[in-house]
């Protein structure tokens, strides 16, 4: 009897100080990361947003899912418990970085990559769980950093209600600049030789006042991050753009996917989502 009392208060001891154990920063080259949940305890059956908060030291970067010609995309790899899922990360929208004298896809300052966090429906109520993971990256400014780190993200699983966290605005305002479907126009991409044209169609009578510095990110290398793209808006109100094809992209590749990106949104003023486009890509055929 007197070992179960034993073991029944270390297992208490060790849920309390699992609960009230804070994921710790970790400072790695010209970085900081660290493991954030938007709300303080998840209850059996729900899903809950995390992120891994990545904040550069000025005039550094990391990479997006897709970075151009140059870089290597943030990675996580977890040691999760049987009773947990995470999401791959869901990317907020990227900006221009430069690597070197080279054009690139990335973040800098303060950025958080979001995940989804599902906890069964068959886990224990009242009980933490510890979570690790390994974070990857490449971190760049004129010359390059790789970097790794170990982390760990304490969960609390209960039934008592939520309570948003210190992080949960800015976890929010990441989701924010996820992209969204461009359901006001039709989609065409031509493909001749080196070069890939994109027409912007209008499907109704909304129209998005695109800005000449929109430019297109290709989600996986097809399109030369390095080499200016021209926009033009044409008398019926599509728009053209011609981008160049990277030799470092995909072979054959049949589909044209990526946002519609611009510095200040689509009236060089606002914060409007960047736009998804996914659509065929059909070759130019010699007259």
């Keep these: 009897m007197l070992i179960f009392n034993h073991m029944k208060l270390f297992t208490i001891l060790l849920l309390i100080f699992l609960s009230n154990t804070y994921a710790a920063s970790v400072r790695e080259g010209s970085v900081e990361v660290e493991l ?34 140059v870089g290597v995309p943030t990675g ?91 992080w949960s605005t800015l976890i929010k305002k990441s989701k924010a600049s996820f992209p969204v479907p461009l359901k006001e126009y039709k989609t065409e991409a031509i493909r001749s030789g080196k070069e890939l044209t994109l027409h912007l169609i209008p499907a109704s009578k909304k129209q998005i006042n695109f800005p000449k510095s929109l430019q297109f990110f290709s989600s996986d290398g097809l399109i030369h991050s390095d080499v200016k793209q021209t926009v033009k808006k044409l008398k019926n109100g599509s728009i053209q753009m011609v981008m160049s094809i990277s030799e470092f992209g995909p072979k054959n590749q049949n589909i044209l996917e990526g946002i519609l990106y611009s510095k200040g949104g689509y009236d060089e003023s606002s914060n409007i989502r960047p736009y998804l486009v996914k659509t065929n890509i059909n070759s130019k055929t010699q007259s």
């Excluded at 429906?121 to 170990?150: H, I, N, V, Y």
């Design 36 to 69: 954030v949940s938007s709300v303080n305890c998840v209850s059996p059956g729900e899903t809950i947003d995390i992120a891994l908060r990545i904040k550069h030291d000025k005039g550094w970067h990391t990479y997006w899912k897709s970075p151009g010609i």
């Design 76 to 166: 996580i790899d977890w040691k999760l418990p049987n009773d947990i899922e995470v999401s791959n990360i869901m990317w907020p929208q990227p900006q221009n970085v430069k690597m070197g004298p080279y054009n690139a896809y990335g973040y800098n300052g303060e950025i958080f990559l979001i995940m989804q966090l599902k906890v069964s429906a068959k886990a224990k109520p009242e009980s933490s769980q510890l979570l690790k993971a390994r974070a990857s990256w490449m971190c760049c400014s004129k010359t390059c950093q790789p970097g790794f780190a170990d982390l760990i993200l304490p969960i609390k699983i209960s039934n008592q209600k939520k309570v948003a966290t210190s």
